[in-house]
């Protein structure tokens, strides 16, 4: 069993960074694929990053491509989102979501996260 807890959240002006933090409960952490979502209001869920196991893969959304960064610290049981540029677009609740050896092919889905966190709101002013 992994727990998530989300943490960073904010206001912020457009141009501006924030980065988004979740902790990790459990020992099994450091195997599992890790991925950021977010969901604006009235719309679905999106995928928007994912790390694997060792860090040594990673894979964005192409709306944040080039301006966010996932990564990932199994000494810490934590896994970092790092915002820049932010847009007003990027206005959203940010889930931490955790799966067991998720295929690289399938990490955008969110069928495929065991475990997710309560959510962290993120939103940028114009």
């Known amino acids: 069993q992994v727990q998530l807890v989300e943490s960073g959240g904010g206001l912020v002006q457009t141009g501006g960074s924030l980065r988004l933090s979740c902790a990790a409960s459990?020992?099994?952490?450091?195997?599992?694929?890790m991925g950021w979502f977010r969901q604006a209001p009235g719309k679905e869920r999106e995928f928007v990053a994912a790390?694997?196991?060792?860090?040594?893969?990673?894979y964005y959304a192409d709306s944040v491509k080039g301006r966010f960064t996932i990564s990932r610290d199994n000494a810490k049981n934590t896994v970092y989102l790092q915002m820049t540029s932010l847009k007003p677009e990027d206005t959203a609740v940010y889930y931490c979501?955790?799966?067991?050896?998720?295929?690289?092919?399938?990490?955008?889905?969110?069928?495929?996260?065991?475990?997710w966190g309560q959510g962290t709101q993120v939103t940028v002013s114009s």
């Open positions: 979501a955790g799966g067991d050896r998720i295929l690289v092919g399938l990490w955008m889905l969110r069928s495929e996260y065991d475990y």
């Open positions: 790390i694997g196991w060792s860090s040594g893969n990673t």
């Open positions: 459990g020992r099994t952490f450091s195997r599992y694929t």
